[in-house]
């Protein structure tokens, strides 16, 4: 495996015919180099083994880079892992990246070059692209995943409205625990979403559980600006954690 720090001529080379979406240049330098398409780069003020692949490269943060389709099938077609792995604290593919920012265009290109739509390794529990799409509110890529195929856990059904997803997993023996409940509700409340919040607060759920980023369900539904559902929690009680 080839390993190259970021300030490496050849690595700046190759993220920089990446980045501005220079495919021919992209496919003159991996000609070139054969066993550049497998190549790790690593930050060089990095010293904790932190390492991406060329196609992380074309889907980090803030994603969405010019002309980024036809240079992920450039790296494809030159023998590209497309189910490789970051190497750092977690193991996200180049899929979870793309859902994390809500690159469409990248994250197509990736399923259709047989990214596993499934695969473990968020930022988010270790969870699935979905899991990083919901959490970031990435709602394009949630709702594309879901269309592809995704399988959707009670948090990101509930937060995406798939109200007979959200039954499905309520109904279910053993049904959620209590606190799967309040995290769905919460989720449901990022989401904006009233019908599953609603459904999910008949079941049980705490309605002013203090949690992701400090925040209660009614700050969660405040910060992703879904005034009705805001209203609709205050006639409930719902109180912020400022409150509290």
């Known amino acids: 495996m080839l390993t190259l720090r970021s300030d490496d001529p050849i690595a700046i080379e190759v993220c920089q015919a990446i980045r501005t979406g220079d495919v021919e240049q992209l496919q003159q330098l991996l000609a070139a180099n054969p066993n550049l398409v497998h190549a790790r780069v690593t930050p060089a003020e990095c010293s904790d083994g932190n390492s991406r692949t060329l196609l992380h490269i074309a889907t980090d943060w803030p994603g969405h880079l010019p002309d980024v389709a036809a240079t992920i099938r450039a790296l494809v077609d030159a023998g590209a892992d497309v189910n490789a792995r970051f190497s750092s604290a977690h193991s996200e593919t180049a899929l979870h990246w793309a859902a994390s920012g809500d690159d469409l265009e990248a994250l197509e290109t990736l399923l259709d070059a047989g990214a596993d739509i499934e695969a473990e390794g968020a930022v988010i529990a270790g969870g699935t692209p979905l899991a990083d799409a919901v959490a970031f509110g990435q709602w394009q890529a949630a709702k594309r995943l879901i269309e592809r195929g995704a399988h959707a856990s009670l948090w990101q059904a509930a937060a995406l409205g798939l109200m007979a997803t959200v039954r499905e997993h309520c109904n279910r023996t053993p049904g959620p625990s209590p606190h ?65």
């Open 180 to 244: 799967e409940i309040t995290n769905a509700f919460w989720c449901a409340c990022h989401g904006g979403q009233r019908d599953s919040a609603e459904y999910l607060l008949k079941r049980g759920a705490e309605l002013n559980w203090v949690g992701h980023d400090g925040l209660t369900p009614l700050d969660a539904a405040s910060r992703s600006e879904a005034d009705s559902l805001v209203a609709w929690l205050r006639t409930q009680g719902a109180r912020s954690a400022e409150q509290d």
